[in-house]
């Protein structure tokens, strides 16, 4: 069965860096489009950012552009997502979530990373 | 970008209501439309794709509808399992934005 999990996340202090891994199994890791989606404590959900399946192409969103790369190895079976420069607001759930094929909705999650920034 | 707002943010039914709920997109996306539901404390789950297809194995009660910049997602026969917050979320391109949610109670 597809399953996502997330690692990486904790405490971490304002203006560290941190990388969030996603280990994926259960499907072909290197023929899917993934995202990263985060969610602060008693908020919605924000996307964050998409890779293509091959790794040529990414995208992130405004609140994520020069801080937040997205990367993944598909020898690995593994997405990441790399975090400069911690800010409190970028304390959130993160998941990462698989682009379907038929469609571009988000069709698997992970269960989440937590990530608090705070000192 | 395009923004997704969605209404009410939060509502209020009795088990057996007919519940729905609105997604407007400042644009039009055809109906590259998604809703989700997300039960508290766990992960968000694919409901509908396309703004009407259901996702296999989510109960026929839930179904979509709408094209262009108008959506919206009917609970037919509200159920207690179905307290949750549900996010629509467009994915013509990038961003995938989401809507703010709406939180459903019983």
């Known amino acids: 069965q597809v399953q996502l999990v997330e690692s990486g996340g904790g405490v971490v202090q304002p203006g560290r860096s941190l990388r969030l891994s996603c280990a994926a199994s259960?499907?072909?890791?290197?023929?899917?489009?993934m995202h990263w989606v985060r969610q602060a404590p008693g908020k919605g959900l924000e996307w964050v950012a998409v890779?293509?399946?091959?790794?040529?192409?990414?995208y992130n969103a405004d609140s994520a552009k020069g801080r937040f790369t997205i990367s993944r190895d598909n020898s690995k079976n593994t997405l990441y997502l790399q975090i400069h420069s911690l800010r409190a607001e970028d304390t959130a759930v993160y998941y990462c979530?698989?682009?379907?094929?038929?469609?571009?909705?988000?069709?698997?999650w992970g269960q989440g990373a937590l990530v608090t920034v705070s000192s | 970008d395009i923004q997704m707002t969605q209404s009410p943010s939060s509502l209020s039914a009795s088990v057996g209501d007919r519940v729905t709920i609105t997604c407007r997109a400042s644009?039009?996306?055809?109906?590259?439309l998604a809703w989700y539901q997300q039960k508290p404390g766990k992960v968000p789950e694919l409901l509908i794709y396309?703004?009407?297809t259901l996702q296999t194995g989510v109960p026929s009660r839930f179904s979509g509808s709408g094209s262009g910049t108008d959506f919206t997602l009917t609970i037919s026969s509200l159920q207690p399992e179905d307290v949750a917050t549900y996010y629509c979320?467009?994915?013509?391109?990038?961003?995938?934005?989401f809507g703010q949610g709406t939180k459903v109670e019983i």
């Open positions: 979530a698989r682009e379907t094929y038929s469609s571009r909705a988000f069709d698997y």
């Open positions: 259960g499907f072909i890791f290197s023929t899917y489009t």
């Open positions: 890779i293509s399946y091959d790794g040529s192409s990414k």
């Open positions: 644009q039009g996306i055809s109906n590259y």
């Open positions: 396309g703004a009407s």
């Open positions: 979320q467009k994915y013509n391109s990038a961003p995938w934005t």
